[in-house]
């Protein structure tokens, strides 16, 4: 007998069990599979799929953002090559994904290379994309210290320009790209890691050539000069401060809302912040609740303020750990998968809070993950929930799971 026809037998016997069992209780009695599937549906799918060798772009997979869709998008970075129809790529972004982020095409260095030249082709074809298949698109990142041009910040002779003309470049760069997709990129991340590793103000060349312009007593400046530009090149857009390690250094948080309550408070547009979330499995989810509501206090100046999730992602290896290859013992995989798990239940919380709307995966499948390269070259990393092969691993098969108990 092949799989999918013992796979069926096996459908009928549970669906009349199920029948059998429902008419011999009384509807007092707790349900033994309560937590497990919340509906017939869900155990049909429950059984007649094989878990250990369902591939992400197959017909009778679930679909991920199908799944969470009454709390949140679920999205993931990608690049221009992955549109390809036809391909698998193509298939899987359709089918799991509801919001996308370019994980290069949008960076400084890629849309505006030189002063004159702009680069619009990778993100118009997401765009296009996205209008064609009812998707979200993410513009990251208009202003970074890092994978951006050097022209920004140098004259001809190699000096360093500026205040005036740094700034005046900075509004250019801004609104040409901003107006360009106005009404079709939904989300900015305006500025991303402008907040340094113990805290303050990174010493970006932002920073050190911009500084206080204004003579107000703070060097937020350059933040405050491209989130007004960006608001006036579509006020419609929503405008992301975005960073790492939110989730996980109280005083990164702290500085974080520090910086964003003054920004506020002087009127500056800003509409929520990215938590980036590269965490690893390790990750303790107290934490993240705990600095998460640092950040919500935000929502006492604006009450609409919220937080996305716009990279996620969990190394199998902690960030002091140096080696290159992981042993996935049944042990690991469960930790692993749990802590994936309690995420994407605080996440639910969060939506039910109306405080998140947009969970973005940095990737789809364990193969193009910046994480087998950094911080150690020539690693073998599993942070995502799709393998290399493009199937669906247990952890993702935990996250329907837990979908599917929440409904
Ligand atoms: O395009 C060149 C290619 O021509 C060259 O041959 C090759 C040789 O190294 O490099 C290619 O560029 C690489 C680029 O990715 C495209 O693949 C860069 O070296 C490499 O540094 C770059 O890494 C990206 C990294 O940002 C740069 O900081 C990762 O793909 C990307 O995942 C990562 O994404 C960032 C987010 O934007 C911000 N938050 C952190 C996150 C992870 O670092």
Redo the contacts with the bound molecule.
Sequence with gaps: MKMKQLLSVLLAFAILFSALTACGSTSDEPDSTAGTTSSTEATEEVVTVDRDNTYAYDEDAPSLYEAFSQWFKVGT?M?PSDLEEGTEEFEILVKQYNVFTL??GS?PDAMHPSEDVYNFDALDQLVEFANEYDKTVRG??LI?H??CPDWFFYDDEGNTVSAEVLIERLIEHVTTIVSHYKGEVDVW?VC??VLGDSGGLRDSMWYQIIGDYDGDGDSYDYIEIAFVAAHEADPDARLII?D?SLESSESKAISMYMMVKSMLEQGIPIDGIGL?M?VDYTIDVDTVRSNIDILLKLRNIDPDFVIEV??LDMSCFTWDDTSTEVELTDEFVEQFDTKYTELFELFIELAEEGVLDSVVM??YNDGM???N??PVSGRTNYPLLIDRDYKLKSTYWSLIDLAASKS
């Design positions: 970075a690049n994980e290069n960076k990251h990142t970074w890092s994978q991340d991303n890691e975005n790492y980036q590269h716009t990279e940095w990737g993950s910046w994480l390269s950094y």
